[in-house]
C-alpha cells in the first residue's frame, strides 16, 4: 500500500513518498484540525516492522513540536517492501500508544499464577538473573539457562550472546511453524527455505495461501501481484479458498495431507511426457549418486537415471491423486504441463500450510521443489532459489566459540533430523525427569496459547522444580507471561535495534530496526545512554538488556564472557549499542561503507537516516559460480563425485570440466537422492515420496461424525501474541468460527452461527459454526489467530483483543477454561477503548491439541482428526476442556514412531544439517 501524501503543504502536489531529502523536516496538514490548514512538521525516521519475520520497512512520523510519534508509513528506501506494508505495518502506531502496554519491570509478589505482581527495578532484575547465570556457569550447569524465542525478528544477535556465555539454551518457536518445510528443502539444496522470484516468473504454484498470509506476506504478494500483471498464471493447493485461491487460475482443494501425492503426479506427467529441463537436470541432480547406491548393476548414465525414476513414479498416476486428493486427474495434468511450459521461470513456494499439517508433511516441501528442479527452475530468473542466495546476516565483532555441549531438552536423541529443537516437547521431557530449567526466558514467545498442549505447560511453569525462574521478555502481557516470576517490557518495531534480512526477491538487503525516540533525541543533540530512557516507560531493548546482563554474570571477565561485550573501539570498556552496530556496518557489509562515503556519512549515520541497504540484485545461478584460480590452485578433485576438495574442505563440484561453487549440500548437488537419510535409518525416503498422513481419509468415519480440523490457517490482519496490542487490526477481525461445508453443515444439524462441539484426542472446544463453501466437504477449518485470554479483569491481557475466563482444574491434569466475558468498552487513557463495538474474542482451539511431532521433521503436525457435534445444553460459546493425563500419553505414542541416534560415527545429528547456534564438533558425538 503506498499513501499519496502531499509533496509540500503550500504547494498542494501529491507524491506517492515523502523524497529522503526531506525526512528531516516534513510538512503534512493536520487531518484533524480540517477544514482549517494546519501545518505539522515531522521528522521521518526509518525503522523495520517487529509483526512478522519480512521486516518491511516503516517510516515514523514523529511530530517535532510534542516528540510524539504520530504515524507510521511505509518506507520507499527499503529493497524489500519498497514503501509497501500491509495492515500490521501502521498499526504499530497503536502498540506504541496502547494504553495497556507494560511500562516497567514486574515481579510477582504471589505465587506464581496468582497474577500479584509488584514493580521492580532493572537493576534489581539484572542483578538476580546475572547471579544465577553465574552460578549455573561456575558449577558446568550450561544446559539449564534457556533461552525461548517466537519470531526472532533479528539476525544472529542470541547466537552471540548464548555462544559467549558457553550454553546450549537455544529454544525456539520453529516446530510449531515450518520444521516440516525446512526439511523437505533442506535435503535437496543445503539451505532450508526457497526464495521464489514471483516478479518474473511465468507459472506460480503455492501452497502456502501466501498471498494473504505466508511467511513474507507483504513483499511476496506485491511481487505476486506484479508477475501476475505480467501475465503468470497462479496455481493455489489449499483445502480452503484462501485469498489467495480466490484470485488464482486453479484452486486445488486437495484432501488435507495428499498434496505431496498431486506434486508427485505432476511430477510423473512431467517425466512421461518428457517435459523436464534434461541439461539442467544432467548438470545438477546428484543422479550418478542415485544409481551407485540404489542401481549398483546399472550402467552409470544420464538415460538410465531417467528410465528408473519414471518407472519409480509410473505409479504417481493423476487418477491414484485422485483417489488421495479428490482432484480430478484433468486439473493435475493441466498445472503440471503449465508448470512445464513456463520453462525455468516456475516458482514455487510452501512454508507452512500442508507441511505443517500433517505427519510427513516435511514431504511436500520435497516434492514441490522436486518439480521446480525437473522444470530446471532452480536459481533462475522467476523460479525458486535457495534462501541463502538472497538473504544477508552480517557477521558482529569477534565470535565466541562454539559451546562445548550438548543440550537433550531441545535435542533429544530421538528426533536426530529434526528441524529445529523439539520445543513442544519441553514440559513432557520436564515431566519424565529428562533435566530441568534453571533459568527460563521466554522471548515475545507465547506457549500456553501458541503451543498445541497449553495445558502441558501450565503445570511445568507452575513447578517451581522443573522451572527454576522464569522472564518473560515482551511487550505485551500474554497467557504466558501470567505464569512467569519477571515480566519484563521489552520494545517494539519503533524502540529497539535490530538488523534484518529476509529473501523477498532475487536481491539481497538489511533492514535496520531503531529506537525512533532515541534516535530524534539524538538529531535534536540530547544524547542517550540507555534506550530505556527514551522508550516510554522503562520499556527497553533487548540489545543493551543482554549486554548489560552479561557484563554483570561476569564483572570481572574471569569467566570468559566478559570479552564479547566490550567494545571493539574501546579496549576493556563495555561495548555501547553504537559502537556494537557501527562496527557491522564499517566491517561486514559490502559496499556500505563506499555507499554511505558517497553521501559524506559514516556507514551508521547512512544507516539510521536510510535504515535500510540494498546488498546484491539479480542473484540468479549462483551455483554455477567458477572457484577462482586460488580456490583451485591445491585443490583436488574426487574422480566419481567430482568434488573439489582442498585441505579437507570441500570448495565446489566439477561439472562439465568446470570447478563451480553448485549447492550446500554434501555433492554439492541437488539431491534428488538423499544418502543422508538412507544413512540416517529412513531408506525408505531417500528420494521424494508421498507418505499417508495421519489425517488420511483412511482414518476419518463421516458416519461417526469424524472429520479433519484445518487449525493452521492466518488471518491477514492478526499476529499470533503480538497483534494482541493493537485495536485496529482487532476491529477488523476478532472472530474465529468453524468453517463447515454446507453438505457436512446439514448432516450435522448445524445451523449458520449455531454452536459446535469440536472433540479432539485430549478435550474439546465449543464455536460457532460458519456455513460456507469455501472448504472441502469433510474437513472443517478454523484459524488460530484468535481465541486470546486473561484470567484477571483488568490486567494480564489486551482488552481489545481478550476474553475474561476462568480457568479451573477439577481433577489432577484436568484443565477447564470458561469465558466469563467477551470483549466490552473500558475507560483508559484512549478514547477509542470506549467506542469498542465488537464483543467476540474467538476461541481458543490449541489448548485441545496432543502434541504430534513428525518422527523425522519434529515439526508439530497440526491437523487434528476431530468428532464434531452440536454443543450440549450445558456447552457455552469458547468453553474448552483438556486432560494432560491423556496428552501425555499421545506424546509417548508418538515417542514410538521415530528412529533415534546415534547415526553414522556415533554422531547425534549429521554435522551438514543447520543446527540454531552450533555446537562443536565433538558435541555432536554421543558419548
Ligand atoms: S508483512 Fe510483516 S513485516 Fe511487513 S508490514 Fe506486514 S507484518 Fe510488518
Redesign the pocket.
Known amino acids: 500500500m503506498s499513501t499519496l501524501v502531499p509533496l509540500n503543504a503550500s504547494e498542494g502536489q501529491l507524491v506517492n513518498f515523502p523524497p529522503v531529502d526531506r525526512w528531516e523536516d516534513w510538512t503534512e496538514y493536520d487531518p484533524a484540525a480540517w477544514p482549517r490548514k494546519v501545518e505539522k512538521h515531522y521528522s521521518l525516521i526509518p525503522t523495520?516492522?517487529?509483526?512478522?519475520?519480512?521486516?518491511?520497512g516503516?517510516l515514523a512520523y514523529v511530530d517535532k513540536e510534542t516528540r510524539e510519534i504520530r504515524k507510521f508509513e511505509g518506507n520507499p528506501a527499503h529493497p524489500g517492501?519498497r514503501g509497501r506494508?500491509?495492515?500490521?505495518?501502521p498499526a504499530t502506531i497503536n502498540q506504541v500508544h496502547d494504553p495497556e502496554r507494560i511500562l516497567y519491570p514486574l515481579k510477582r509478589s504471589g505465587p506464581r499464577g496468582s497474577g500479584q505482581w509488584e514493580r521492580t527495578t532493572w537493576d534489581e532484575v539484572l542483578d538476580t538473573l546475572a547471579a544465577r547465570i553465574r552460578k549455573a556457569l561456575q558449577e558446568e550447569r550450561r544446559t539449564e539457562v534457556m533461552y525461548h524465542v517466537g519470531r526472532p525478528g533479528h539476525d544472529g544477535y542470541m547466537d552471540r550472546v548464548l555462544q559467549a556465555w558457553g550454553v546450549d539454551g537455544h529454544n525456539s518457536h520453529t516446530n510449531v511453524c515450518s520444521s516440516g518445510a525446512r526439511l523437505g528443502y533442506t535435503l535437496w539444496q543445503g539451505s532450508d527455505r526457497p526464495s521464489p522470484d514471483h516478479a518474473h516468473a511465468r507459472f506460480i504454484l503455492m501452497l502456502s495461501a501466501h498471498l494473504e498470509t505466508g511467511h513474507?506476506?507483504?513483499?511476496h504478494a506485491q511481487r505476486i501481484i506484479e508477475g501476475k500483471m505480467a501475465g503468470a498464471k497462479i496455481a493455489v493447493i489449499d483445502t480452503r479458498l484462501s485469498n489467495t485461491a480466490a484470485r488464482a487460475d486453479y484452486w486445488l482443494s486437495a484432501w488435507p495431507g495428499s498434496e505431496a501425492a498431486i506434486l508427485l503426479a505432476m511430477a510423473n506427467v512431467i517425466l512421461q511426457e518428457d517435459l523436464y529441463d534434461r541439461r539442467f537436470m544432467e548438470r545438477w541432480v546428484n543422479w550418478e549418486e542415485y544409481l551407485r547406491s540404489e542401481h549398483p548393476d546399472t550402467e552409470i548414465t544420464f538415460d538410465h537415471f531417467l528410465q528408473a525414476i519414471k518407472a519409480h513414479y509410473a505409479t504417481y498416476t493423476p487418477e491414484y491423486a485422485e483417489q488421495e486428493s479428490g482432484i480430478e486427474p484433468g486439473m493435475i495434468v493441466d498445472v503440471a504441463r503449465a508448470a512445464a511450459r513456463a520453462g525455468s521461470a516456475f516458482a514455487s513456494h510452501v512454508w507452512r500450510n500442508a507441511a505443517s499439517g500433517n505427519e510427513g508433511g516435511w514431504q511436500v516441501s520435497r516434492c514441490l521443489e522436486f518439480l521446480s528442479v525437473l522444470t530446471g527452475s532452480v536459481g533462475t530468473k522467476g523460479g525458486t532459489s535457495p534462501n541463502g542466495w538472497d538473504k544477508f546476516a552480517p557477521a558482529p565483532y569477534i565470535r565466541p566459540a562454539p559451546q562445548e555441549v550438548w543440550n537433550e531438552l531441545c535435542w533429544p536423541k530421538e528426533y536426530p533430523l529434526s528441524h529445529h529443537e523439539l520445543s513442544i516437547l519441553l514440559p513432557h521431557f520436564l515431566k519424565e525427569g529428562r533435566g530441568r530449567v534453571d533459568t527460563y526466558f521466554t522471548r515475545v514467545y507465547n506457549p500456553v496459547w501458541t503451543n498445541p498442549d497449553g495445558a502441558s505447560w501450565l503445570e511445568v511453569l507452575q513447578d517451581e522444580e522443573k522451572m527454576g525462574l522464569h522472564a518473560a521478555l515482551t511487550p505485551v502481557w500474554s497467557e504466558t507471561a501470567w505464569f512467569a516470576d519477571y515480566v519484563l517490557p521489552m520494545g517494539n518495531a519503533a524502540e529497539r535495534h535490530d538488523i534484518m534480512s529476509q529473501e523477498t526477491h532475487a536481491g539481497s538487503w538489511i533492514g535496520f530496526r531503531q529506537p525512533v525516540l532515541r534516535v530524534m533525541r539524538e538529531r535534536m543533540g540530547q544524547p542517550v545512554q540507555w534506550t530505556y530512557e527514551a522508550n516510554p516507560g522503562e520499556v527497553w531493548e533487548e540489545d543493551e538488556f543482554w549486554i548489560e546482563l552479561s557484563w554483570r554474570i561476569d564483572p570481572d571477565g574471569s569467566l570468559g564472557v566478559r570479552q564479547y561485550f566490550e567494545s571493539p573501539y574501546r579496549p576493556g570498556e563495555k561495548v555501547t549499542i553504537d559502537e556494537y552496530y557501527q562496527w557491522i556496518f564499517e566491517n561486514s557489509v559490502p559496499g556500505l561503507p563506499q555507499a554511505a562515503a558517497a553521501e559524506g556519512l559514516t556507514p551508521l549515520a547512512y544507516m539510521r537516516k536510510y535504515g535500510a541497504f540494498e546488498v546484491a540484485r539479480d542473484t540468479y545461478n549462483l551455483h554455477e559460480k567458477p572457484l577462482s584460480e586460488q580456490q583451485i590452485a591445491g585443490s583436488e578433485i574426487d574422480p566419481q563425485t567430482h568434488l573439489v576438495r582442498k585441505n579437507g574442505e570441500v570448495l565446489g563440484v566439477e561439472v562439465e570440466g568446470v570447478p563451480v561453487v553448485g549447492f550446500t549440500t554434501p555433492s554439492r548437488k541437488l539431491e534428488f537422492f538423499s544418502p543422508t537419510m538412507k544413512a540416517w535409518q529412513w531408506p525408505e525416503y531417500a528420494v521424494p515420496t508421498y507418505i499417508k498422513s495421519h489425517v488420511h481419509r483412511d482414518h476419518i468415519d463421516h458416519a461417526k461424525g469424524e472429520y479433519v480440523l484445518l487449525p493452521t490457517f492466518r488471518l491477514p490482519t492478526l499476529?499470533h501474541t503480538r497483534s494482541g496490542n493493537a485495536k485496529w487490526l482487532y476491529e477488523i477481525s476478532h472472530t474465529n468460527p468453524l468453517w463447515v461445508h454446507p453438505r457436512d453443515a446439514e448432516r450435522l444439524g448445524l445451523s449458520a452461527g449455531a454452536l459446535a462441539k469440536v472433540q479432539t484426542e485430549i478435550g474439546y472446544f465449543i464455536i460457532r459454526t460458519w456455513i460456507t463453501e469455501g472448504i472441502r466437504p469433510g474437513i472443517v477449518a478454523c484459524s488460530h489467530h484468535l481465541g486470546r485470554w486473561r484470567l484477571a479483569k483488568e490486567s494480564g491481557g489486551n482488552r481489545w483483543s481478550t476474553a475474561l475466563a476462568d480457568l479451573q482444574q477439577p481433577e489432577p491434569g484436568q484443565w477447564r477454561l470458561r469465558q466469563l466475558e467477551g470483549i466490552a468498552p473500558f475507560e483508559s487513557p484512549d478514547p477509542d477503548s470506549d467506542r469498542i463495538w465488537w464483543k467476540d474474542a474467538g476461541v481458543h482451539q490449541n489448548l485441545t491439541f496432543p502434541v504430534h511431532p513428525d518422527p523425522i521433521s519434529g515439526m508439530h503436525c497440526w491437523h487434528q482428526k476431530v468428532r464434531v457435534e452440536r454443543a450440549g445444553p450445558d456447552d457455552r460459546y469458547g468453553d474448552v476442556f483438556v486432560d494432560t493425563n491423556l496428552a501425555f500419553r499421545v506424546y509417548q505414542e508418538w515417542l514410538q514412531k521415530t528412529r533415534p541416534a546415534p547415526g553414522p560415527d556415533g554422531l547425534r545429528r549429521p554435522l551438514w544439517f543447520a543446527r540454531p547456534v552450533k555446537p562443536s564438533v565433538a558435541a555432536y558425538h554421543i558419548p
Open positions: 523495520i516492522c517487529f509483526n512478522c519475520e519480512a521486516g518491511c516503516l517492501s506494508n500491509c495492515a500490521k505495518g513474507y506476506f507483504n513483499p499476529i
